[in-house]
């Protein structure tokens, strides 16, 4: 295809990863932002071996592995029972795979930076509100009325509440969480590359995510979040920090000294989640991206890795179309089935970590978590986790990054 003039609006992970690859094919694109300035929203989350391949594949690998910790282990206790019901080790697949923690803004920075290098114009306090196509190309509405066109394609990386994405059956989950960055240190008793979390039934979950330094040179943190009922939170904010603290105490006292520096309920951030599927992510000149296409609980943590899979896919979907709708087709096909494993099963595993259901933790703590330590249960959890249980683009050729260093690695490549 000859250079198009691209819109994409949202500068989250999908829309900033889809900018550079598109503009790296030679498109002219443009950002759209409701933010006065760019920023990251949210907490710590974990980089797969899928999302570090996309990074990888931007040439971005190198600085983000500078910004985050290696996580090596998933590892879950009950509450009181002291049972292990969760222990997902990446080295139960051969080879040097890890994922990365990283705070928000760590993301956020590498892929912002690259962004400005690259010269992509970003306008920033224009909120979009609607699209529709005029004279065969895509035009866009903002918040004050101002129609901007004309655009070959305009790409909907506006996340989980975006204006331009079709109405389909939607459900908001109950249990949300609360999420703080903490500071952390070696000596706070926590492992530095394991996720550790604590349940209580399904009604209870904490968890600690160490997360490295968010830039060379800093303190290192940690991402503490701990569920709560999306109808709890006025009252938890009403209740204060001190009846909050003792909550926690009571379900996992060694937590308690990371959260220190909490002094108040607006020091941490609740956070709701809804779960659809596209089945069809893109319309006339228009592709969703990211969680506008597909949004879920983070229950399996793959949010924002497969927000960089689908601008990977919409580039390789680009690179080989002769025309957008050839393109867009092609990038549903690249994405389908991962997309739709991935939905079904954080919409499987979710009840059973964060619910009201009283038989769903019994199953997990008795039956689910003893099958799960059996060999090859084991490599196949890993394998789930870290996005790989099926080519994540399809037919489209993917290297999924390999983040252990040195001896510790490769030993056994897995290349789609
Ligand atoms: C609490 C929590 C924990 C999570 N943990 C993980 C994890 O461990 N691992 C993981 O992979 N994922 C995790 N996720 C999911 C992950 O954050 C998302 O899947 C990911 O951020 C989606 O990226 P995105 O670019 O599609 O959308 P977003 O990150 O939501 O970005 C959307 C962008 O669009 C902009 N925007 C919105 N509306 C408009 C508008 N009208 N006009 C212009 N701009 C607009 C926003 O300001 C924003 O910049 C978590 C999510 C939450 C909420």
């Known amino acids: 295809m000859s250079p198009l003039k691209i819109a994409i609006c949202g500068c989250g992970p999908a829309g900033l990863a889809a900018a550079l690859f598109l503009a790296r094919q030679g498109h002219s694109v443009q950002f759209f932002e409701r933010f006065d300035a760019p920023r990251p929203v949210g907490s710590g989350l974990i980089l797969q071996p899928t999302g570090l391949g996309v990074l990888s594949a931007l040439g971005l690998a190198e600085e983000i592995m500078q910004r985050g910790a290696i996580i090596e282990r998933l590892f879950g206790r009950a509450h009181p029972s002291g049972r292990v019901v969760l222990d997902v080790r990446y080295a139960a697949m051969a080879g040097g795979w890890a994922g990365l923690a990283v705070h928000r803004a760590a993301l956020f920075d590498v892929l912002h930076e690259a962004v400005n290098t690259a010269g992509i114009p970003i306008r920033t306090s224009t909120a979009v509100t609607a699209s529709k196509v005029a004279l065969g190309r895509r035009e866009i509405a903002t918040e004050s009325g101002e129609i901007i066109g004309a655009f070959d394609l305009v790409v909907d990386a506006m996340g989980a509440r975006s204006p331009l994405r079709p109405q389909v059956a939607t459900s908001v989950l109950t249990y949300g969480a609360l999420w703080a960055n903490v500071p952390f240190t070696e000596n706070s008793g926590f492992a530095a590359n394991a996720l550790e979390q604590r349940y209580f039934h399904a009604s209870r979950m904490a968890g600690v995510l160490p997360t490295g330094a968010r830039e060379p040179g800093a303190a290192p943190q940690a991402a503490f979040f701990w569920s709560i009922r999306r109808g709890d939170v006025a009252r938890w904010r009403d209740n204060g920090i001190a009846r909050w603290k003792d909550e926690v105490g009571a379900l ?134 870290s996005g790989l249980t099926v080519p994540p683009l399809g037919s489209g050729r993917f290297v999924p990054f390999q983040a252990l260093p040195g001896d510790r690695a490769v030993t056994q490549q897995i290349s789609y």
């Not at 703590?365 to 890993?382: H, K, M, Q, T």
Request: aromatic content about 8%.
């Open 252 to 385: 996992w006292p060694e937590c308690l000294p990371l959260l220190e520096h909490l002094r108040s309920p607006d020091d941490l951030t609740p956070a709701h989640y809804e779960h659809f599927t596209l089945l069809r992510p893109y319309d006339d000149h228009l592709a969703h991206v990211g969680d506008s296409a597909h949004s879920t609980s983070p229950q399996l943590g793959q949010g924002a890795n497969m927000a960089l899979l689908d601008a990977m896919a919409l580039a390789l979907a680009m690179e080989n179309a002769r025309n957008v709708p050839e393109a867009l087709n092609h990038y549903a096909d690249l994405r389908r089935w991962h997309v739709r494993l991935f939905q079904w099963a954080s919409a499987a595993f979710t009840p059973f970590y964060q619910s009201d259901n009283v038989i769903l933790p019994i199953v997990r703590d008795r039956i689910a978590a003893p099958l799960s330590r059996l060999p090859l249960a084991d490599a196949l959890l890993a394998r789930l986790v």
